[in-house]
C-alpha cells in the first residue's frame, strides 16, 4: 500500500524566511511525485511532477527536489501570497491514481 | 480553458436523501476521478474511470456509485446520505497518469 507523510502540519515564516517542506513517502514503484498547492475554498493546482531520484524543478520561489524515500519542496525568501497548503501526491507503475500526503499548511507574514 | 467543471459548489442535504454531483473535462483525458477531502484525512480516493466505460473502486467506495457518462463526464451518486458524507468532493482528470487536473470542489453538508 502507498503512503505519503508530510511534515511539518503547519509551518509560519516571516517574510523572506526561506525552508523546507518534507513529503516522505513508501510505493510499489513510483511513477511520479507530485507537488500541488491549494488555497482556502479551492481545488489543488498542480506545481511540479518529478520522475526520478535526483531530479529537480524550480518555478518562481519553488523549488522541488526528489530522493528514493522523500521530496522536499524549498521556499526561498517567502512572500505573504505563498500562503497556502501544500499537498505531496505519489503514483505508482499501475498509474490509476493519486495518494495524497495530509498536507502542510504554510503560512507567511509580512 | 474550463478545464474541470464540477456542479454543484455547494449542497446541503437531510440525511436520507439522494443526489449527484456531476463532473465535466474538456482536455480529452480518458481517466477521471473522485476524492473526498476532510479535515486531517487529506484527499482519499472514492472511484475511478481509467477510460471510459469502466470504473473502480479506490479508497474509500461505501456508500457511493458513479457513472462515466461518456469521456468528458463522470457523475458521483449518494443514494442516501449519511452525516459521515459531509465532506468536500474533488473532481479530476488525467492522461497517461501525469497531469492530475482537478475541479473547484463540491461542498456537501448532510444534516
Known amino acids: 500500500e502507498d503512503q505519503v507523510t508530510q511534515s511539518p502540519e503547519a509551518l509560519r515564516l516571516q517574510e523572506g524566511e526561506s525552508s523546507s517542506l518534507n513529503c516522505s513517502y513508501t510505493?510499489?514503484?513510483?511513477?511520479?511525485l507530485f507537488w500541488y498547492r491549494q488555497d482556502p475554498g479551492k481545488g489543488p493546482e498542480f506545481l511540479f511532477t518529478l520522475y526520478s531520484a535526483g531530479e529537480e524543478k524550480e518555478k518562481e520561489r519553488l523549488k522541488a527536489t526528489l530522493t528514493k524515500k522523500e521530496s522536499f519542496l524549498h521556499i526561498t525568501a517567502p512572500k505573504p501570497e505563498d500562503s497556502a497548503t501544500y499537498l505531496c501526491?505519489?503514483?505508482?507503475?499501475?498509474?490509476?491514481?493519486?495518494?495524497f500526503g495530509g498536507g502542510t499548511r504554510l503560512m507567511v507574514k509580512p | 480553458n474550463a478545464g474541470v467543471t464540477q456542479t454543484p459548489k455547494f449542497q446541503v442535504l437531510k440525511t436520507g436523501q439522494s443526489m449527484t454531483l456531476q463532473c465535466a473535462q474538456d482536455?480529452?483525458?480518458?481517466?477521471m476521478y473522485w476524492y473526498r477531502q476532510d479535515p486531517g484525512m487529506g484527499l482519499r480516493l472514492i472511484y475511478y474511470?481509467?477510460?471510459?466505460?469502466?470504473?473502480d473502486k479506490g479508497e474509500v467506495p461505501n456508500g457511493y456509485n458513479v457513472s462515466r457518462l461518456n469521456k468528458r463526464e463522470f457523475s458521483l451518486r449518494l443514494e442516501s446520505a449519511a452525516p459521515s458524507q459531509t465532506s468536500v468532493y474533488f473532481c479530476?482528470?488525467?492522461?497517461?497518469?501525469?497531469?492530475?487536473?482537478f475541479g473547484s470542489g463540491t461542498r456537501l453538508t448532510v444534516v
Open positions: 510505493v510499489s514503484g513510483l511513477r511520479g
Open positions: 482536455m480529452n483525458h480518458n481517466s
Open positions: 501526491a505519489v503514483s505508482n507503475n499501475a498509474g490509476n491514481m493519486l495518494t
Open positions: 479530476a482528470s488525467s492522461e497517461g497518469g501525469v497531469g492530475y487536473t
Open positions: 474511470s481509467a477510460s471510459e466505460g469502466t470504473t
